[in-house]
């Protein structure tokens, strides 16, 4: 019922920017805790940031500080800020919704809504 599509990534040099947005197909996107998870082949999927009450947020250690999260609410649509890129960050990075009340969970299980994925690469 709720359909989430991501755009906006691609390959760029480390050190440099990138922004990922996610769009959301239902009028009710401003009740729902949104968040952007990354994955890597062999590993698991891993929470980056996540947004609640329209403007709260929840970031991963490791991205603290380099990325932000930002919620549109008119627009409908969901954006990863990313900032001084590093080779580690490569990975399909999918944007997620949750259609009850999670919070600013980062934990995969607490999300019911899922897009397809974009591929992030940062090359040394």
């Known amino acids: 019922q709720v359909q989430l599509m991501e755009s906006g990534g691609g390959s760029v040099q480390a050190g440099g920017s990138l922004r990922l947005s996610c769009d959301a197909s239902?009028?009710?996107?401003?009740?729902?805790?949104m968040a952007w998870f990354r994955q890597v082949p062999g590993k698991e999927r891993e929470g980056v940031a996540s947004v609640c009450y329209g403007r709260l947020t929840t970031y991963a250690d490791s991205v603290k500080g380099r990325f932000t999260i930002s919620k549109d609410n008119a627009e409908n649509t969901l954006a990863l800020q990313m900032n001084s890129l590093k080779p580690e960050d490569s990975a399909m990075y999918y944007c997620a919704a949750s259609s009850f009340w999670a919070g600013c969970s980062l934990t995969p299980s607490d999300y019911d809504y899922w897009g397809q994925g974009t591929q992030v690469t940062a090359s040394s």
């Open positions: 239902t009028d009710k996107y401003s009740g729902f805790s």
